[in-house]
């Protein structure tokens, strides 16, 4: 079965200072993968995703992913956060070729500090 | 705005008692999925329909049934209700039923007690 794990429930950076959110899947199959924002009293956001076209990739709001096979990784990072991202980010992982049926990891809320 | 309309927006009701949640997906969209949200599970897959058939069911209890309407609205119904269904209940829709983006609803927050 497909797992996701997100290394960290919160992660607190520095305006400015680059943003590093860990994913960890599990898949027995080549994975689409992906990366949710949600914000407060809001539903979520697609970010990005990944579906073996390239392995790094470029979503909204100046994120990125980089898929490594070897490591089993889809780690979002942003070179410099802004106050605007603090909200709480989800990796998720499709099962088989039914993208919408998600396997969600448990999210990880981010913090900026001025 | 994902374009997906969720009713209500918050729901108190109490322990044994039955309700509906209603989603409008975006429009053009024939793929409706129900995710719930809680502190202890997370996200979790309820079901998805496609142009009105059901298509894949994850965890739903057999207290919840869905369906989807010609109209593609769906409807999730939830009866019997207990404490432990207290949750963020989304709807999220796509064109198609592959890989196609998902846009999330807001929500339908759900107050058992």
């Known amino acids: 079965a497909q797992s996701v794990t997100q290394l960290g429930s919160h992660v607190s950076v520095s305006e400015g200072a680059l943003v590093l959110l860990r994913c960890n899947y599990s898949?027995?199959?080549?994975?689409?993968l992906f990366w949710y924002v949600q914000y407060p009293n809001q539903g979520l956001q697609l970010l990005l995703k990944?579906?073996?076209?390239?392995?790094l990739v470029k979503g909204i709001n100046g994120f990125e992913a980089e898929f490594k096979k070897s490591e089993t990784s889809f780690h979002l990072t942003k070179p410099s956060a802004h106050m605007s991202d603090a909200a709480e980010y989800f990796c998720?992982?499709?099962?088989?070729?039914?993208?919408?049926?998600?396997?969600f990891g448990q999210g990880t809320e981010l913090s900026v500090k001025p | 705005d994902s374009g997906v309309t969720q009713t209500p927006k918050h729901l108190i009701t109490a322990t044994g008692q039955r309700v509906t949640l209603r989603c409008s997906p975006r429009?053009?969209?024939?793929?409706v999925y129900w995710y719930q949200q809680s502190l202890d599970q997370g996200l979790q897959f309820l079901i998805h329909?496609?142009?009105?058939?059901?298509?894949a069911k994850g965890n739903i209890l057999e207290r919840f049934s869905a369906q989807q309407f010609p109209d593609l609205h769906s409807e999730l119904n939830l009866s019997s209700l207990e404490l432990g269904d207290s949750a963020l209940y989304f709807c999220?829709?796509?064109?198609?039923?592959?890989?196609?983006?998902?846009?999330f609803g807001n929500g339908t927050r759900l107050t058992v007690t």
């Open positions: 329909y496609y142009n009105g058939e059901e298509r």
């Open positions: 429009s053009g969209d024939l793929s």
């Open positions: 990944y579906t073996s076209a390239a392995t």
């Open positions: 898949s027995s199959v080549p994975p689409y």
């Open positions: 999220a829709s796509s064109v198609a039923e592959d890989n196609s983006p998902l846009h």
């Open positions: 998720a992982v499709s099962e088989g070729n039914q993208g919408g049926k998600l396997i």
